[in-house]
């Protein structure tokens, strides 16, 4: 199976039916987008840019993420790379910033877009170079732990404000870029057609949303078994989400570890995701995945794991609709 998968590795993901759904990487790092490419990912669904800013004594300079920024397009040639902004937390102190001040609830606190919009010089840094690095490339810029319709549009007004500067400065820069968010906050999945309205495509992160959907921090072991996105609370938010999205008409892929569970594969595609974002490894078996799909039975599926009343009873009903 493993070499089948290989084999099929390059060539588009494409139900029986005919739904293509796109398969993407989660990358951390320059070395992993090379590991993406060899393993058929079409783009980069999550470029998690935490890497740049951990165990130094001082932030990134412009210069520097423009550099890593550019070498990860340039490995992925026309495939889209989308570039998550920073997202610290309370529970990784920065030395060199404010960061690491003890919080009671590092999950519920000062991280993400929070932190970012709290810190305009580190931000602004880091959209210049993303903007810098969008000339001739097929960049977009997304926006995580989005809670509110504010948020996203004081972050645009920021991303404004730094194409102002940089026109001024006859910088090129794509004036287009697209930008999305991350939605893996319960918040955002309820006001989600009002997010819509302001970005060009939503990214669930399942990861997050998970825990915050079931009230339990995920490194609290006594908890840990509620955080699960297959627990059909997740998936109605998930449905939720895919569905402001397609009434809005923008894309929306999923980029949380749940897009690389092969029992989850049939329901994400029923529910009508456009993308999955896994690491570079699972790609392969995925695209196998969802070949042997049909959009039919997926959304069947779908609808049935819907009406399940826990975790465990969705993964049954995936294994019964194997059989
Ligand atoms: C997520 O929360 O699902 C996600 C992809 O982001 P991270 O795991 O980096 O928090
Ligand atoms: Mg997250």
Redesign the pocket.
Known sequence: AQQQARATAHQLAITRDGRQVSVFANIGSISDVQVAVANGAEGVG?L?TEFLYLDRATAPTEEEQFTVYQAIAQVLERRPLIIRTL?IGGDKPLPYLKIGVREANPFLGWRGIRFCLDSPELFKTQLRAILRASAGHNIKVMLPMIATVSEVRAAKQILAEVKVQLRQAGIPFNEAIAVGI?V?VPAAVAVAERLAAEVDFFSI?????SQYVMASDRTNPRVATLVDGLHPAVLRMVQQTIQAAQTAGIWVGL??ELAADPLATAILVGLGLNELSVNPQAIPMLKVAIAQLSLAEAEAIAASALQQDSATDVRALVQQSRS
């Open positions: 999550l998690r997202d991350m893996e992160g399942t990861n997050d949303l980029c949380g």
